[in-house]
């Protein structure tokens, strides 16, 4: 179990550093190129994933909220959450209210339904009989 673990322990570790090279933005990759550092990950077993991790990366979060899995690398966003984000906020308000005039037609359907099923019930007005 031990040999095991000596083999799967920096085959991990080059796989994770692999990996976070990859996803690593060019723009953050300290010292060398990026394709650089993905050669010495893979040639050097075990050395180069642990340079990679200790150097290779800045490791200070970016500017507008930007993580290393985004798609778009050159868009930055503006707004990070979106309780901050007013665009956000406004198109809440106006599904809210949306949704309010649909209650109200609902309620008022339901209303004159109901007033119809009244009426069905209680029938026409039986006219007293003629003496």
């Known amino acids: 179990m031990l040999r ?10 080059t796989i994770y550093a692999f990996i976070d090279c990859l996803n690593t933005p060019e ?28 150097a290779g ?9 930007r993580t ?23 198109s809440l308000k106006d599904e809210n209210e949306k949704d309010e005039a649909v209650l109200k037609d609902w309620e008022a359907d339901l209303r004159r339904r109901e007033d119809e099923l009244k009426r069905r019930e209680s029938g026409p007005e039986s006219t007293p009989p003629a003496s």
Do not use: M, T
């Open 4 to 13: 095991a673990l000596i083999y799967l322990l920096p085959l991990a570790l």
């Open 57 to 65: 990366k800045l490791r200070q979060v970016p500017d507008g909220g």
């Open 27 to 54: 723009d953050e990759a300290k010292h060398l190129p990026k394709v650089a550092w993905v050669f010495i990950i893979l040639l050097f077993w075990i050395v180069g994933p642990i340079v990679w991790l200790a």
């Open 68 to 90: 290393p899995s985004e798609w778009h690398r050159g868009h930055r966003r503006q707004w990070v959450a979106p309780d901050d984000n007013p665009d956000f906020l406004k």
